[in-house]
């Protein structure tokens, strides 16, 4: 089994570019998601597991991102 991940953002002229935001979303995010209490495990944590990956692909798509996933 093979996991693909793709995700699609785009850059503003006007404002941040899709690096910026691809790099800065996802910490703040995890940091909000461990503030709320949402992640609650110690410790350096790999997104490997669904608890962990779907709070923050779903609080980054509610910003704008497109986030694909395909099992092959």
Do not use: F, W
Request: hydrophobic share 45%; proline share 7%.
């Amino acid at each position: 089994q093979s996991r693909t991940s793709t995700i699609l953002e785009y850059g503003n002229p006007e404002g941040a570019s899709a690096m910026a935001r691809l790099v800065g979303m996802p910490c703040g995010v995890a940091t909000q998601l461990v503030l709320d209490g949402v992640i609650n495990k110690p410790g350096i944590l790999a997104p490997m597991s669904a608890d962990l990956v779907y709070p923050l692909i779903k609080a980054i798509e509610a910003e704008g991102v497109v986030c694909h996933e395909e099992i092959l």
